[in-house]
C-alpha cells in the first residue's frame, strides 16, 4: 500500500471531519471500514505510538469532554494544535496530536472488535 | 548607433567616456540611465541581434558538482542577454535580504533595503511591470484573497508580477540606445583583455576581438562589468591573473559564495478548501500571482530562511508517489543497492501502478490512459529556495580555453546541509499555519530527498555572488558603489554583486541596483 496516497488521504480528511463531529462513544460502535482507509488508520495508530509514551485514549481523556463531544471546539483545538507545534508526522503528512490520538482510539478500539483485524 | 564590428576595417582604437561591458538587463539599463548625462558612451556586447550556436558556445563551462546544469544552456549571448528567454517574474527583495543575519554565514549587503528602494520604481518600469507596487495590501483584494491568512502565526503572501510577453530588453529598451548620438553599440565584440595601472588604480583601456582574428581597444574615463553572473568573475579572474589579483581579488572572494536559486516541489498541500484556487490574475498586460513566504519576524524567531511559495492546482498524475518511488527503485536496480525505504516504494509502485502506466505511456507513446489522471488531487509548490553563501561554492578557471583563448570556468555547487535543514523548517512553520486556519494539510516529501536534493532539483539560474559587495576588500570584491576594490574607475553591474540572493528572482533587483550605480555615476560626472 502506498501507506498514506494523496487521494486517500483527502478521504482520510474528509472521514476525519466526519468523525471528529461524533461523539467519541460512537467509535467503538462503527461496524465497517474499508481496507483500504483501515491501512491508513493502522499507519496513523503507528505514528502515534512512535511518538507518544500513552495511550491515545488517555490523552483524549486528558481533554475536557465538551470539546471533542462539539465539532466547532474540536476544530479549535486541532487549529490550536498546530499553532502550538502540536503535531505528528504522518508519512510527511503533517497532522495535529488530536486529529492523530482519534485515528489512533479509533484503531484501538476498532481492533477490540471481534472478527475485524 | 549599433555597429557590427566584424565590419570595422583593421584594428581600431575608441574612445569613450564610459565602456559598459555587455548589453543584458544591467548594460542595457545603465547605458540608457547614463544618456542623458555622459556624451560618449560605448555598449559592448559579445553576440548579435539574434542567438547563434557558435556564439553561445563561449559560455560553455566545466561543472564539477552533479546536477548543476552547464550556463551554456541558460545564458544567452547575444543582445539583451538572459531576459531573451527569462519569465519575467519579478518582486523587490525584502528590508531582512539585506541585513546581516547571525544564522545566515556571510550575509548582510553594505546597503540597506532604504537604499535601494527609491530605484525600484524605476526598475519596474525598465520591466514593464509597472509603477503601481507590489503591495499587498494593493493586489490581494484584487485576488480576493485579502483574508485568506488572516490569523496566521508565520506565514504571508507576497506578490510578483511578470509583464505578458516578457521583456526583451534589447528588443524594448535597445532602440533608444541605437538612436541615441550618445550610445554606441558594437554587437560581435568579446572583451580579450585590459590594461590596469597599478599606480594611479585605473583601468586604461580594453580590447575586444570580433571573431575574425581582429582587435581592437578602448580607451575610457570608467569601465564597466555587465557581463552576467558568472562571466564577470570569469573575466575578472582572467583579468587577475595578469594583475596579481589586483583588482579586487587580494583576498581570493572572486568567483566565490556562488549563490543560485534551487527550486524544488518538496511539499504538497491537500485541501478541499477552495480558497487555494485562483492565485494569480492577469492586470492589464501582466501576470500578477500572490505566492506564501514567511514573514520577517518569523524569520528572526526561528532563524530560518525564506522561501517562495507559489502554488498551483495538480493532478493524480502529478501528485503520484507511485511514479516518483519507481524511479528510485529504477535507479536503485541499475546501482544493484536496496534503495532506504524499500518496502514503501515497493508498495507506493504497485498501489499507484496504474499512474505508474500513465507515466510510461506518456513518455514512450505520447498518449495518456487513464481519465483520472488529469482530476485535480491537492497542489503542488514550486518553491524556490535562498540559498545561503558560502565560500567553497566558487567558480573558478580551467585548464581549458575557448575559442579566444580564454580559460573556461569550473563551477562547483552544491546546496549545503543547513539549507535543505532551513527548507524543511520553513515548510513547517508553513504548514502550521495551514493547519491551524484550516487550508489544508501539508505533506512534506522527505522520503523523496535524494531525488529532491538530486535530479529533481530545477534551478532558477540565477547565479549570483561571485563579485560580491562588501565594505571591505576582505569580505567582498566591490565596495558599495559597486566599484572593484584596488581600482578607481572600474565597476561591476548585475547579480553578481549581490552578497545574498533571497528567495526572490533577481531581475528586478539587478535593474534596480544599476540604477543606483548610474545615479553613482552621474553624481560623478
Known amino acids: 500500500m502506498r501507506s498514506l496516497s494523496r487521494r486517500d488521504m483527502l478521504k482520510l480528511i474528509t472521514a476525519s471531519s466526519t468523525v471528529l463531529g461524533l461523539p467519541l462513544s460512537h467509535f467503538t460502535t462503527a461496524s465497517s471500514i474499508n481496507d483500504q482507509t483501515l491501512d491508513e488508520l493502522v499507519c496513523v495508530h503507528r505514528a502515534w505510538l512512535k511518538c507518544e509514551v500513552n495511550k491515545a485514549e488517555y490523552y483524549l481523556a486528558s481533554l475536557p469532554q465538551s470539546l471533542l463531544l462539539n465539532a466547532d471546539s474540536l476544530k479549535q483545538l486541532i487549529s490550536a494544535d498546530f499553532s502550538q507545534g502540536h503535531i505528528i508526522y504522518v508519512n510527511g503528512l503533517m497532522l495535529s496530536r488530536t486529529e492523530v490520538a482519534i485515528s489512533s482510539y479509533y484503531i484501538e478500539q476498532f481492533s477490540k472488535k471481534p472478527n475485524k483485524v | ?525
Request: proline share 5%; hydrophobic share 35%; charged share 20%.
Open chain 2, 1 to 525: 548607433m549599433l555597429t557590427d564590428s566584424r565590419t570595422i576595417e583593421g584594428p581600431a582604437n575608441l574612445t569613450a567616456d564610459i565602456c559598459i561591458m555587455g548589453a543584458g538587463v544591467a548594460g542595457i539599463t545603465l547605458a540608457n540611465e547614463l544618456k542623458d548625462k555622459y556624451d560618449n558612451i560605448i555598449l559592448l556586447d559579445a553576440g548579435g541581434e539574434h542567438y547563434e550556436e557558435s556564439i553561445q558556445e563561449f559560455y560553455d563551462a566545466h561543472t564539477v558538482s552533479p546536477f548543476y546544469p552547464n550556463p551554456k544552456d541558460s545564458r544567452l549571448r547575444f543582445l539583451g542577454g538572459a531576459s531573451n528567454h527569462w519569465a519575467n517574474n519579478t518582486s523587490p527583495f525584502s528590508p531582512i535580504d539585506f541585513e546581516k543575519r547571525s544564522w545566515v554565514p556571510n550575509s548582510g549587503w553594505p546597503i540597506g533595503y532604504n537604499d535601494l528602494a527609491p530605484f525600484y520604481v524605476k526598475a519596474a518600469m525598465y520591466c514593464q511591470t509597472e509603477s503601481d507596487s507590489y503591495n499587498p495590501d494593493y493586489w490581494l483584494p484584487k485576488l480576493q484573497k485579502q483574508t485568506l491568512l488572516t490569523g496566521a502565526n508565520y506565514s504571508e503572501l507576497a506578490i510578483a508580477k511578470a509583464s505578458v510577453p516578457p521583456t526583451r530588453f534589447f528588443h524594448v529598451h535597445g532602440n533608444a540606445l541605437v538612436k541615441s548620438s550618445k550610445v554606441h553599440i558594437y554587437s560581435y565584440a568579446s572583451v580579450t583583455d585590459l590594461t590596469f595601472n597599478p599606480n594611479d588604480q585605473s583601468v586604461k583601456k580594453i580590447k575586444f576581438s570580433s571573431y575574425n582574428r581582429l582587435e581592437h581597444s578602448i580607451q575610457a574615463d570608467k569601465f564597466v562589468m555587465a557581463f552576467g553572473g558568472l562571466e564577470n568573475a570569469r573575466m575578472l579572474l582572467y583579468f587577475n591573473n595578469k594583475y596579481n589579483n589586483q583588482l579586487g581579488n587580494k583576498f581570493d572572494n572572486v568567483g566565490r559564495y556562488f549563490m543560485d536559486h534551487p527550486t524544488l516541489n518538496a511539499a504538497q498541500i491537500f485541501s478541499k478548501s477552495d480558497q487555494l484556487n485562483n492565485m494569480s490574475t492577469m492586470d492589464k498586460q501582466r501576470f500578477i500571482v500572490a505566492f506564501f513566504q514567511l514573514t520577517e519576524s518569523t524569520l528572526r524567531e526561528n532563524e530560518t530562511t525564506n522561501l517562495r511559495m507559489p502554488v498551483v492546482a495538480a493532478n493524480e498524475y502529478q501528485m503520484s508517489d507511485g511514479i516518483s518511488s519507481f524511479h528510485i527503485l529504477k535507479q536503485a536496480i541499475a546501482e544493484r543497492e536496496v534503495p532506504e525505504q524499500f518496502g514503501k516504494h515497493l508498495s507506493n509502485f504497485v498501489s499507484d501502478i496504474d499512474m505508474v502506466m500513465e507515466a510510461v505511456a506518456r513518455k514512450q507513446f505520447d498518449t495518456t490512459l487513464f481519465d483520472d489522471a488529469t482530476a485535480i488531487s491537492g497542489f503542488q509548490i514550486p518553491m524556490m529556495i535562498e540559498q545561503t553563501p558560502h565560500r567553497s561554492n566558487r567558480i573558478y578557471l580551467s585548464k581549458r580555453k575557448d575559442k579566444l583563448g580564454i580559460p573556461k570556468l569550473n563551477i562547483e555547487w552544491e546546496l549545503k546541509q543547513s539549507d535543505r535543514d532551513y527548507l524543511w523548517r520553513t515548510l513547517e512553520l508553513f504548514g502550521r499555519d495551514l493547519g491551524a486556519l484550516s487550508l489544508g494539510r501539508l505533506r512534506l516529501l522527505k522520503e523523496r530527498s535524494s531525488r529532491l536534493f538530486g535530479d529533481q532539483m530545477g534551478f532558477g539560474h540565477h547565479h549570483m555572488g561571485t563579485t560580491r559587495m562588501s565594505d571591505s576588500p576582505e569580505t567582498g570584491v566591490v565596495d558599495s558603489h559597486q566599484k572593484i576594490f584596488g581600482t578607481n574607475n572600474f565597476y561591476v553591474a548585475g547579480c553578481s554583486v549581490f552578497p545574498t540572493g533571497s528567495h526572490i528572482p533577481p531581475t528586478l533587483t539587478i535593474a534596480a541596483t544599476t540604477i543606483r550605480l548610474a545615479q553613482h555615476l552621474k553624481e560623478m560626472k
